[in-house]
């Protein structure tokens, strides 16, 4: 009985909270296994945009060593209005993203190794 009670409750509380829909206005998406190369886009009805592509790419001295070079770009709109947007690049580097509102380490300058010997 108790676990009837509580699932009417969850059931209660899930059917209460607030439902939003997202829809995709814009679609498009390319798969050339020939060139083996891919790209992706789309678009939201929330103001969300995401862009993609990637392709095959030898990382190392052998055939073997392939891998999967990418690079996009999502924006989306902040609360205050300003349009948000990062633009990446994923390789045999890592994650790559750049974006104005994203933070930069600063780059070290001047900086001479003294031996402690």
Same mark, same amino acid.
């Given at each position: 009985?108790?676990?009837?009670?509580?699932?009417?409750?969850?059931?209660?509380?899930?059917?209460?909270?607030?439902?939003?829909?997202?829809?995709?206005?814009?679609?498009?998406?390319?798969?050339?296994?020939?060139?083996?190369? $891919? =790209? #992706?886009?789309? +678009?939201?009805?929330?103001?969300?945009? %995401? *862009?993609?592509?990637?392709?095959?790419?030898?990382?190392? !001295?052998?055939?073997?060593?392939?891998?999967?070079?990418?690079?996009?770009? $999502? =924006? #989306?709109?902040? +609360?205050?209005?300003?349009?948000?947007? %990062? *633009?990446?690049?994923?390789?045999?580097?890592?994650?790559? !993203?750049?974006?104005?509102?994203?933070?930069?380490?600063?780059?070290?300058?001047?900086?001479?190794?003294?031996?402690?010997?």
């Amino acid at each position: 009985m108790k676990t009837m009670m509580l699932l009417a409750v969850f059931l209660a509380v899930a059917a209460a909270a607030p439902q939003s829909q997202v829809v995709i206005v814009k679609q498009a998406q390319e798969h050339d296994t020939a060139q083996q190369k $891919y =790209s #992706y886009s789309f +678009e939201a009805d929330n103001g969300i945009v %995401v *862009n993609e592509s990637g392709n095959q790419k030898e990382i190392g !001295p052998t055939v073997e060593n392939v891998g999967t070079v990418s690079r996009g770009s $999502y =924006s #989306y709109p902040g +609360e205050n209005g300003v349009r948000y947007t %990062v *633009n990446w690049v994923a390789d045999e580097n890592g994650y790559q !993203p750049t974006g104005d509102h994203l933070p930069v380490a600063p780059v070290a300058t001047g900086f001479v190794a003294q031996s402690q010997f």
